[in-house]
């Protein structure tokens, strides 16, 4: 047996059904071993970048690890942007890169980049794999450490002539035992004991939910929790999709682009029970005043995040679902907040039925997001790209019982239609949409022929006012001396790009007539491009 069968043989001991890649020299030997492995799927992707993002989609659905494969030198090196992203985002992969032969490793050779070097500030760990027979662990090892604790990547590099190395014998551990990597789990006892001292105290108590809550599993407990204590739920942009819009304590997603509502809340809270969130700048904009106006609580599995942002009144480290569940089995009282609760639901009444601006020739962002929402499944999947279209999107789509995805901590644009990719090969029968602006589908619309190639039916909404408009926007006021390097002059027509992929298009300019085009383009068959023009001068505050 060789290193690439070995490896191979390794991936499916992990039940690995499927890979995003793009083949090169350095991983030959690998890809010809996968060519007769028809129980592992295969997908070519346009650019190196969008496997890490594919890997990510299909991870953050599917709630197993992603896999992606590159060759060396610059295959590897646009794999960074993938990685950072998913990195940010805690979430599992496994990377795998081709490297240049062993023996010539160190000396420029073409196509070497010292790719363990390259990304060891955003990577959970790497392997540069120096013999083939160590293979079968370091597989076990990378998928146990993407998956536990805090989720995350991991590199394994694999230099040709380590693929090429006949092994003297497979053989997989049994079980992972990494010494000095044992993450917590159950939280501490006497601090739960405090958490429910601290809810039974408060009289205006807020549930802060971050992605943690996702990559654990925990909407049930958490919906659990809220509903039995009645306390009202902010999201972080991450945890967005943990309860339905018009579920009565939710309260919207907090931050700088956040809900009116969910804001206010955070301002008039005397304890903030943060689960599963980093408390980073964009939900908390300024956290040394709420940690000095409130109790808090932060529960994450990763300590280093607790206190970093904010200092914890209560910290709690271990599993987010875990420690949920060992919330739930004690008495965990009713708090007295129904005068608060009164309030809170009268300033998110008022929010959802806002009445959007008009203005002939274009659509509303928020008004389109709101029809469309109503009219999506219930389960459906929102991968949402960065910009303005992500601020709206996540301001006023409708959420049901189904997932929004999206780049929150890195912010990568180009994420969302190669993270859509990642969905339909996890769970193709799920109604996957995809949200973006002129700027960011261009950065990854040649992944239209991955969708085209495996005939999959994913629509595609494209707010377009031709230009870069989250950076338009900030240009507008003081000091900026107004909107410079962010016309998107020489945009092609986006109706013919989608024609040269056999995708039909729809364009979106009257609200009048919106309703019938949106009912349109969600029963189109297949993929469908629809196109909402959008004023340059829209701002994510009208």
Same mark, same amino acid.
């Given at each position: 047996m060789?290193?690439?069968?070995?490896?191979?043989?390794?991936?499916?001991?992990?039940?690995?059904?499927h890979?995003?890649?793009?083949?090169?020299?350095?991983?030959?030997? #690998?890809?010809?071993?996968?060519?007769?492995?028809p &129980?592992?799927?295969?997908?070519?992707?346009?650019t190196?970048?969008?496997?890490?993002?594919?890997?990510?989609?299909?991870?953050?659905?599917?709630?197993?690890?992603?896999?992606c494969?590159?060759?060396s030198? @610059?295959?590897?090196?646009?794999?960074?942007?993938?990685?950072?992203?998913?990195?940010?985002?805690?979430?599992?992969?496994?990377?795998?890169t081709?490297q240049v032969?062993?023996?010539?490793?160190?000396?420029d050779?073409?196509?070497?980049?010292?790719?363990?070097?390259?990304?060891?500030?955003?990577?959970?760990?790497?392997y540069?794999?120096? %013999?083939?027979?160590?293979?079968?662990?370091?597989v076990? &090892?990378?998928?146990?450490?993407?998956?536990?604790?805090?989720?995350?990547?991991?590199?394994?590099?694999?230099?040709?002539?380590?693929?090429?190395q006949?092994?003297?014998?497979?053989?997989?551990?049994?079980?992972?035992?990494?010494?000095?990597?044992?993450p917590?789990?159950?939280?501490?006892?006497l601090q739960?004991?405090?958490?429910v001292?601290?809810?039974?105290?408060?009289?205006?108590?807020l549930?802060?939910?971050?992605?943690?809550?996702?990559l654990?599993?925990?909407?049930? &407990?958490?919906? +659990?929790?809220?509903?039995?204590c009645?306390?009202?739920?902010?999201?972080?942009?991450?945890?967005i999709?943990?309860?339905?819009?018009?579920?009565?304590l939710n309260?919207?997603?907090?931050?700088?682009?956040?809900?009116?509502c969910?804001?206010?809340?955070?301002?008039?809270?005397?304890?903030? #029970?943060?689960?599963?969130?980093?408390a980073a700048?964009?939900?908390?904009?300024?956290?040394?005043?709420i940690?000095?106006?409130?109790?808090?609580?932060?529960?994450?599995?990763?300590?280093?995040?607790?206190?970093?942002?904010?200092?914890?009144?209560? @910290?709690?480290v271990?599993?987010?679902?875990?420690?949920?569940?060992?919330?739930?089995?004690?008495?965990?009282?009713?708090?007295?907040s129904?005068?608060?609760?009164?309030?809170?639901?009268?300033?998110?009444?008022? +929010?959802?039925?806002?009445? *959007?601006?008009?203005?002939?020739?274009?659509?509303? @962002?928020?008004?389109?997001?709101?029809?469309?929402?109503?009219?999506?499944?219930?389960?459906a999947?929102?991968?949402v790209?960065?910009?303005?279209?992500? #601020? *709206?999107?996540?301001?006023?789509?409708?959420?049901k019982?189904?997932?929004?995805?999206?780049?929150?901590?890195?912010?990568?644009?180009?994420?969302?239609?190669?993270?859509?990719?990642?969905?339909?090969?996890?769970?193709?029968?799920?109604?996957?949409?995809v949200?973006?602006?002129?700027?960011? *589908?261009?950065?990854?619309?040649? +992944?239209?022929?991955?969708?085209?190639?495996?005939?999959? %039916?994913?629509?595609?909404?494209?707010?377009?006012?031709?230009?870069? =408009?989250?950076?338009?926007?900030?240009?507008k006021?003081?000091?900026?001396?107004?909107?410079?390097?962010?016309?998107?002059?020489?945009? @092609?027509?986006?109706?013919?790009?989608?024609?040269?992929?056999? #995708?039909?298009?729809?364009?979106?300019?009257?609200?009048?007539?919106?309703?019938?085009?949106?009912?349109?383009?969600?029963?189109?068959? =297949?993929?469908?491009?629809?196109?909402?023009?959008?004023?340059?001068?829209?701002?994510?505050?009208?």
């Open positions: 060789t290193g690439a069968q070995a490896l191979i043989e390794s991936l499916k001991l992990q039940k690995v059904e890979i995003f890649g793009y083949a090169g020299a350095t991983i030959c030997p #690998i890809m010809d071993v996968l060519s007769s492995t &129980e592992i799927g295969y997908t070519l992707v346009r190196e970048q969008n496997a890490g993002h594919m890997a990510s989609g299909y991870a953050r659905v599917s709630g197993k690890v992603g896999v494969l590159v060759t030198g @610059p295959g590897a090196t646009n794999l960074i942007t993938g990685i950072a992203t998913a990195y940010m985002d805690s979430i599992p992969m496994v990377a795998i081709g032969p062993s023996h010539l490793l160190g000396r050779i073409f196509q070497e980049v010292d790719i363990t070097g390259a990304v060891a500030p955003f990577i959970k760990h790497s540069l794999v120096k %013999d083939a027979n160590d293979l079968p662990r370091v076990a &090892e990378a998928f146990h450490i993407a998956a536990t604790g805090r989720p995350g990547p991991v590199l394994i590099d694999i230099p040709v002539d380590i693929q090429n006949d092994i003297k014998k497979f053989s997989c551990p049994e079980e992972v035992s990494i010494r000095g990597y044992k917590s789990v159950r939280g501490n006892d739960i004991k405090r958490v001292q601290a809810i039974a105290k408060s009289r205006q108590p549930i802060c939910a971050g992605g943690g809550v996702w654990a599993q925990a909407q049930k &407990e958490l919906l +659990e929790l809220s509903e039995r009645h306390i009202p739920v902010v999201k972080t942009m991450m945890g999709s943990v309860l339905p819009t018009d579920h009565p309260l919207g997603m907090i931050g700088a682009h956040g809900n009116h969910a804001n206010k809340a955070l301002a008039k809270s005397d304890l903030l #029970i943060m689960v599963g969130t980093r700048d964009r939900a908390l904009v300024n956290p040394t005043d940690q000095q106006r409130m109790a808090t609580i932060h529960i994450d599995v990763d300590p280093a995040e607790i206190g970093k942002n904010m200092t914890a009144a209560i @910290p709690l271990g599993d987010v679902k875990v420690i949920l569940q060992q919330l739930l089995e004690k008495d965990v009282p009713v708090t007295d129904e005068e608060w609760l009164a309030k809170l639901k009268d300033y998110r009444k008022a +929010e959802l039925s806002r009445v *959007f601006p008009k203005q002939e020739g274009y659509v509303f @962002p928020g008004t389109v997001l709101r029809h469309l929402g109503q009219k999506l499944n219930d389960d999947v929102v991968c790209d960065v910009g303005q279209n992500q #601020i *709206f999107t996540c301001k006023y789509l409708p959420q019982h189904g997932r929004l995805l999206t780049s929150g901590g890195l912010g990568t644009m180009g994420y969302a239609l190669p993270a859509a990719v990642g969905v339909k090969v996890a769970q193709p029968d799920r109604q996957t949409l949200v973006c602006g002129d700027g960011s *589908f261009q950065m990854s619309m040649n +992944e239209l022929a991955a969708i085209r190639c495996a005939g999959m %039916d994913v629509k595609i909404v494209l707010m377009r006012n031709n230009t870069l =408009g989250m950076v338009h926007e900030i240009q006021r003081s000091p900026y001396r107004g909107p410079y390097g962010v016309a998107l002059d020489g945009s @092609p027509e986006f109706e013919t790009i989608a024609a040269a992929y056999d #995708i039909p298009s729809i364009v979106i300019n009257d609200e009048d007539t919106m309703d019938a085009q949106l009912d349109q383009f969600l029963r189109t068959e =297949g993929c469908c491009l629809l196109i909402c023009e959008v004023h340059p001068d829209m701002s994510t505050t009208d």
